[in-house]
């Protein structure tokens, strides 16, 4: 069973950048899916962005194309997001998730995730 655990949230002003790490242990990550999401308050979890076996296999919700990029290094069992452009609707809890590979293919949905971590804010504000 995989253990994730975020970090690298903070406060950042619009249009600033941010890079959000996803740590994993207790397994390897080749047999994982990752996905990062987000809820805000009063909202629902939402997927932000989900990686399959590559970067060639990646999911982007519509509002952060072109501005959040996610990675794996699967040699060193880490996730990234890579948060450019932030507006302050990016503002929320950001979490990182795990789920075999088999159970999910290019789907970036909350239900289909089994291991969370504990979440990092982020705040995008002046």
């Known amino acids: 069973q995989v253990q994730v655990v975020e970090s690298g949230g903070g406060l950042v002003q619009p249009g600033g950048s941010l890079r959000l790490s996803c740590a994993a242990s207790?397994?390897?990550?080749?047999?994982?899916?990752i996905g990062w999401f987000r809820q805000a308050p009063g909202k629902e979890r939402e997927g932000v962005s989900c990686?399959?076996?590559?970067?060639?296999?990646?999911v982007y919700a519509d509002s952060v194309k072109g501005r959040f990029t996610i990675s794996r290094d699967n040699a060193k069992n880490m996730v990234y997001l890579e948060m450019n452009s932030l507006k302050p609707e990016d503002t929320a809890v950001y979490y990182c998730?795990?789920?075999?590979?088999?159970?999910?293919?290019?789907?970036?949905?909350?239900?289909?995730?089994?291991?969370w971590g504990q979440g990092t804010q982020v705040t995008v504000s002046s």
């Open positions: 207790g397994s390897t990550l080749d047999f994982y899916a």
């Open positions: 990686i399959m076996r590559d970067e060639h296999n990646t």
């Open positions: 998730a795990a789920t075999p590979l088999v159970k999910v293919w290019m789907k970036c949905t909350r239900d289909e995730y089994d291991y």
